[in-house]
C-alpha cells in the first residue's frame, strides 16, 4: 500500500508541475506582417492574420465593420495605404522588410482600426507592433477595447512615434479580466493629432500575444494538408503549433525525391519543403509524414501519405475564337489559348485565301498575323478555314473552322439612319431600358464592323463582323442584359454610359471616320416631351425624312409592358413604328393622365377640340364624344378591359391629335 501511495504522489506532482508551466505558456495568437499589402487605391480594408496559431482567422477592420472606421482608399484623399515596413518585431524564422500598414492624413483624425481575435483558452493578452510616423503624423494612439464589437472601453493613450525611426509600442492588457477566455476579443486604436494631408504613422508586425490556460497537451498532431507552391516548393500543415527541430528534419518528410530544407513558419503550424528535384508538371506524386512532435513533445500517431501535383497536363484542343480583316492586306485569327509557333505559321493551316504570305504568332501566343500577297477586295465577302494548329501542350485543332470575312473601305457614305432613341425610361435613373436603334435604309447589307456609335461622351465600336441586311434593324443598349429581358428583343452592349436625359448629339462615325448620320435631340419642344421620362421612346417613323428636324420625331406608341406594374413603356425596338397623320400645329397641348388608368383618365387642353373618339388596341372605336369647349374632361375607365387605347381628338381647325394610353385595373 506504501508503494502505491508514494507512485502516486509522483505522479500527481509530474502532473502539477507540467500543468503549471503548460498554464504560464505564452503562445502567439496572432501576427499580421502585411507582405502583400497594396498601395491605396489597391489597399485592402479587412486584412487577415497571416501567422500564430490564428493565421486567416484573426482579422484587422477598417472597413466600417466590427467598430471599426470606413477609410478612404482612394487614389486622391486616400486615408490608409500601405508604405515600405520593418523587420522590427518580426517573430519569422525568415524576417522581411517588406509592406506596412499606413494610416494618414488629417480627415482621417478620430478614425480607427479594429484587432477581432479569439481568446478561448487564454488570458493576459498582450499587442506589440513596431511604428514610425512623420512630424505631421497622427500624436496619439487612443485604446479601447470589447467584448461585442459594439460598446467598448477606453484603457490608455499612448503618444506616437513620429520620428523616422521605428520603434516598437507595446499594450499590456493583463489587467482587463473581461477579455479571458472570450471566443471574440476586439481591440480599437483611434488615431489622432495629425495635422497635414501627408502625415502619417506606420505599424509593422503586430502582434498578439496571450498566457494559455489549457491543461497540458496530450493529443498527438497531424498533417491537414499537403499541397505544392510550385515544382520547387511544397507546403505541410499541422493541426497544432509545432516543434522547430522536429518539423525541419527532412528524414521525417518522405517519396519526393530531394528535399534540400523544411523550413517551419513563425506560426509554427505550417512547414516548406524546398526541392532541389523539382516535381514534373502535371504529374501527381506523393509524400509521406511521420515522427513530427509539437510543442508538448507528442509524436504524430501514424504516419500520414497525401497526393501532391502541381499543374494540369492540358488535353483541351484549340479553337480559332474570331478571325477579322485589319485593313485589305492584313488578316488576324485569335486563339483561345497560347500557341505553339511552329505550326501557328505554318502557311498550310490557313487556307481559303489567295496569296497568304506569311503568318507570324504574337508575343503572347495567341494570335496569328496573316500578310496576303492577293489583296482582299473592299465589300467583297472571302472565307478563311483554319485548321491543324497546336497549342504550347502540342493539342491540335480538333476540327477545321470557317469565318467569312469582309472589309468595306469605300469613302461613301453608307444609308445608316438613327431611327429611335429612348434616353430617358422611366425606370428612375436606372438607365436599364435606354437605347438606341439604327436602321440599314440602304439596298444592301453593311458590315458593321468598326463603325462607331457616338452620344454625348459615350463611345462605342463594333469590335467584330456585324452583317447588317438591307431594311434590318441593330439595337444598342447601356445595359443589353436587361433591355433585351424587358423588351423581347436582342440588344448589343454598348457604352455603359446612360443616354443623356437633357439632350445631346448621336453620330454614327464610318471605319474610315465619315460623319454617316447625326442626331441632336432635345427634352424640350420641338421634340416630343413625352420621351422625357414618360413613357414612350423617341422614333422616327419615316427613315428616308431629315431626322435632325424634330417635327419627323414621335413618341411611340407600341405598348410593351409595365414598370412595377404602374408606370407603361411605349417603344418599337427593332420594327418600324406605326405611323399616324397627326398635325403637328397642336402637338403637345393634349395631356393625359393618369397612365396607366384605373378607375378614370382625365384628358386635359381640350379648348379647341370639337369630338373626342377612343379605339381599342384592333382598331375598334369604343366610345365616341361631342366636346363643349370645357378644358378638361374625366372618362370612366373602371369598366373598360385592360390594355392599350388610342385616343383622337378632332381639333376646330381641322386637325387631328392622337394619343395613347394603357388601363391597369
Not at 62 to 89: K, M, Q, R, Y
Not at 101 to 112: F, M, Q, V
Amino acid at each position: 500500500m506504501k508503494t502505491k501511495l508514494w507512485i502516486t504522489r509522483i505522479i500527481t506532482a509530474i502532473t502539477l508541475v507540467f500543468g503549471l508551466n503548460n498554464a504560464n505558456a505564452q503562445d502567439l495568437l496572432c501576427s499580421w506582417h502585411f507582405d502583400g499589402l497594396l498601395a491605396a487605391p489597391n489597399t485592402i480594408t479587412s486584412v487577415p492574420a497571416d501567422s500564430g496559431q490564428q493565421d486567416g482567422t484573426a482579422y484587422i477592420y477598417f472597413d466600417g465593420t466590427n467598430g471599426s472606421s470606413t477609410w478612404i482608399t482612394a487614389t486622391t484623399g486616400n486615408e490608409v495605404s500601405a508604405f515600405t515596413g520593418s523587420t522590427l518585431n518580426d517573430g519569422r524564422l525568415v524576417t522581411a522588410a517588406t509592406m506596412s500598414l499606413c494610416p494618414l492624413n488629417t480627415t482621417a483624425n478620430g478614425k480607427s482600426f479594429v484587432m477581432k481575435f479569439d481568446m478561448t483558452n487564454h488570458e493576459n493578452p498582450i499587442l506589440t507592433f513596431a511604428t514610425r510616423g512623420t512630424g505631421t503624423g497622427f500624436l496619439s494612439h487612443i485604446f479601447e477595447y470589447s467584448v461585442d464589437g459594439v460598446s467598448f472601453t477606453r484603457f490608455d493613450t499612448v503618444a506616437s512615434n513620429v520620428t523616422s525611426t521605428w520603434a516598437i509600442e507595446t499594450i499590456d492588457l493583463t489587467t482587463y479580466d473581461a477579455l479571458d477566455g472570450v471566443a471574440a476579443a476586439y481591440i480599437r486604436i483611434i488615431f489622432d493629432g495629425a495635422t497635414s494631408s501627408s502625415g502619417n504613422n506606420r505599424m509593422d508586425n503586430v502582434t498578439i500575444n496571450a498566457t494559455s490556460t489549457s491543461l497540458i497537451d496530450i493529443t498527438p498532431p497531424v498533417v491537414v494538408n499537403v499541397w505544392a507552391l510550385d515544382l520547387n516548393t511544397v507546403q505541410v500543415k499541422y493541426s497544432e503549433a509545432m516543434r522547430d527541430t522536429s518539423a525541419e528534419f527532412i528524414n521525417h518528410y518522405t517519396g519526393l525525391a530531394g528535399i534540400a530544407s523544411a523550413v517551419l513558419n513563425s506560426g509554427l503550424d505550417t512547414v516548406t519543403l524546398n526541392l532541389s528535384t523539382p516535381l514534373v508538371f502535371g504529374v501527381p506524386d506523393t509524400i509521406c509524414i511521420a515522427d513530427v512532435r509539437d510543442t508538448t513533445g507528442n509524436l504524430m500517431a501514424i504516419s500520414q501519405c497525401f497526393p501532391v501535383q502541381y499543374g494540369v497536363i492540358d488535353v483541351t484542343p484549340p479553337t480559332a475564337v474570331s478571325a477579322w480583316p485589319a485593313d485589305l492586306a492584313t488578316v488576324k485569327v485569335k486563339f483561345s489559348e497560347a500557341l505553339d509557333q511552329t505550326t501557328a505559321e505554318t502557311l498550310a493551316n490557313y487556307t481559303g485565301l489567295a496569296g497568304i504570305a506569311t503568318a507570324t504568332l504574337n508575343s503572347t501566343l495567341d494570335t496569328v498575323t496573316l500578310a496576303l500577297s492577293t489583296h482582299l477586295i473592299s465589300g467583297v465577302s472571302d472565307t478563311l478555314y483554319v485548321n491543324n494548329v497546336e497549342d504550347i501542350a502540342n493539342n491540335p485543332m480538333a476540327s477545321q473552322q470557317m469565318f467569312v470575312l469582309m472589309l468595306d473601305t469605300s469613302t461613301t457614305t453608307k444609308a445608316l439612319v438613327i431611327t429611335e432613341i429612348m434616353y430617358n425610361s422611366p425606370e428612375g435613373g436606372l438607365d436599364s431600358l435606354e437605347f438606341i436603334e439604327i436602321y440599314n435604309n440602304d439596298v444592301v447589307a453593311i458590315d458593321l464592323m468598326n463603325y462607331k456609335l457616338m452620344y454625348g461622351t459615350s463611345s462605342y465600336t463594333f469590335a467584330t463582323s456585324n452583317i447588317l441586311n438591307a431594311g434590318s434593324y441593330v439595337l444598342i443598349a447601356p445595359n443589353a442584359t436587361e433591355a433585351t429581358n424587358f423588351y423581347g428583343v436582342t440588344f448589343i452592349q454598348g457604352a455603359s454610359n446612360g443616354i443623356s436625359n437633357s439632350g445631346t448629339f448621336v453620330k454614327i462615325v464610318s471605319p474610315s471616320g465619315l460623319l454617316v448620320d447625326s442626331v441632336n435631340y432635345l427634352p424640350t419642344a420641338p421634340w416630343p416631351t413625352a420621351a422625357n421620362a414618360g413613357g414612350p421612346s423617341l422614333t422616327l417613323c419615316n427613315p428616308n425624312s431629315d431626322n435632325n428636324d424634330a417635327a419627323n420625331w414621335s413618341v411611340s406608341t407600341h405598348y410593351i409592358g409595365t414598370i412595377d406594374g404602374t408606370t407603361a413603356v411605349f417603344a418599337d425596338p427593332g420594327t418600324s413604328c406605326v405611323i399616324t397623320s397627326i398635325n403637328k400645329s397642336e402637338s403637345g397641348i393634349i395631356s393625359l393622365y393618369p397612365n396607366p388608368a384605373g378607375e378614370y383618365l382625365k384628358i386635359e387642353g381640350l379648348e379647341s377640340a370639337s369630338t373626342i373618339d377612343i379605339y381599342n388596341n384592333m382598331g375598334m372605336l369604343v366610345s365616341s364624344f361631342v366636346h363643349r369647349g370645357e378644358e378638361s374632361i374625366t372618362i370612366e375607365t373602371a369598366t373598360m378591359q385592360n390594355g392599350l387605347y388610342y385616343v383622337s381628338i378632332h381639333m376646330n381647325d381641322g386637325s387631328l391629335n392622337s394619343k395613347s394610353f394603357v388601363i391597369l385595373n
